[in-house]
Structure formats: C-alpha cells, structure tokens
C-alpha cells in the first residue's frame, strides 16, 4: 500500500518514540498500513535497558499468549526466589505494557522506570522480547 508522509504529523513521531500503541492506533485508523508488526519489531527494548540480574528463555510453543508466558516467568522467578513479585511487563507483539503511565525524563520506557523505581533486580526476557517480566526478588 502506497502512503503519503504529508499524512504524518509531527507529534506522531514523538507518539511513535513514547507511546508506540498511540501511535500505532493513529497510522492503523488512517489506514496507513498495519504497522503494529513492523514497528513493534524496532521498538523492542534492549536487554541492556533492563534492571538487575538478566534471564533470558526460549520457548518453543507456537502461538504462545501472555497468560503462558506469564507462567513460565513466574516458575523461573520462583526458582531464583521464594515470593518473587511482578512490577511490570511487556508485549512485544503488540507494544502493551504494565504499567501504561508516563513517567521519567522518557529516556526508558516508562513500565522500565516504574519497576527500577520500586527495586526491580531480576527481568526475564521470553523469546527475546516478545514477553518482558520485572520482578522484585524478595
């Protein structure tokens, strides 16, 4: 599909930076093209942006959805401690994240914030980043 950048606002872009699924929603409704793939695919965090000790775990189950990968995470949490408690998380198919607010000076994103704020140490990355958990190891 051919489209038009006179179409693009400005303030999309900083949309497309800070809050991807704003953004995404406003270049699906002018039906721009179905973006949420090919932009979700460039936003997707650096592991180097997380906080604390790093897990990262490969699953192989086609389709999995985030009730199952949410799963998964906590059995690992569990393994490093005994009452581990999630802060924040993220989809990185979809660009969704917990908790969706603003804050910080938006060099991180803001569920990445949240979590260091509140004594994240222990993130664990599925399928390199299609699901991001922060937890809290207590």
Known sequence: ??????????????DLI????KAIKKLNEIQLYNWDF???????PKI??????????KV?????DFSEA??????KAKEICADPMLLSWYQGKTGESYPNLECGPGDKPAWIVYAE???GDLTIDINEGDYIFI????
């Open 1 to 14: 599909m051919h489209w038009d950048t006179g179409t693009l606002q400005p303030i999309w872009i900083v």
């Open 18 to 21: 800070f809050s991807p699924e």
């Open 38 to 44: 090919e932009i979700m695919k460039l936003l997707k």
């Open 48 to 57: 180097k942006d997380y906080p604390g000790q790093h897990i990262e775990i």
């Open 60 to 64: 192989d189950i086609p389709d999995l």
């Open 70 to 75: 949410k799963d998964i995470a906590k059995r």
């Open 117 to 119: 704020s509140r004594g």
């Open 135 to 138: 937890y809290l190891s207590v």
